[in-house]
């Protein structure tokens, strides 16, 4: 069983970058497809980004295509997400999540192991 701890949040102003971590520990993230999420209060948690087992297939939500990139180095048992020209409607917390395949998954649903998230507010 994968247990996940993101790390990277904080507070940042429109057009500024944050690059989120994601630890992975046990020996199931280099072969599982990967995932990264945000929510706000009273809302869904969206997919924001999605790679599977070794990085050569990504999906990402509309919202943040061309800002966002999603990576994963499988022998740090790490899964990335750089953010650039963040907005304030990006302000959330990310969470990321492991898939039951090795390829990537679109939805929540179709994940587990959640970690804790990581706050990310952007300020206009």
């Known amino acids: ?6 790390s990277g949040g904080g ?3 429109a057009g500024g ?3 989120l971590s994601c630890a992975a520990s046990g020996r199931s993230f280099s072969v599982s497809g990967m995932g990264w999420f945000r929510q706000t209060s009273g809302k869904e948690r969206e997919t924001v ?5 070794n990085g050569r297939d990504t999906f990402y ?6 800002r966002f ?3 994963r180095d499988n022998a740090k048992n790490t899964l990335y997400l750089q953010m650039n020209s963040l907005k304030p409607e990006d302000t959330a917390v ?8 090795s390829s990537l998954q679109i939805g929540a649903a179709n994940y587990g192991g959640w970690g804790q ?3 990310v507010t952007v300020s206009s």
């Open 1 to 6: 069983q994968v247990r996940l701890v993101e």
């Open 49 to 53: 980004a999605a790679i599977n087992w």
């Open 17 to 19: 970058s944050l690059r």
């Open 11 to 13: 507070l940042v102003q």
């Open 117 to 119: 998230g990581t706050q």
């Open 69 to 71: 990139t999603i990576s």
């Open 61 to 66: 939500a509309d919202s943040v295509k061309g």
């Open 94 to 101: 990310y969470y990321c999540a492991t898939a039951g395949t």
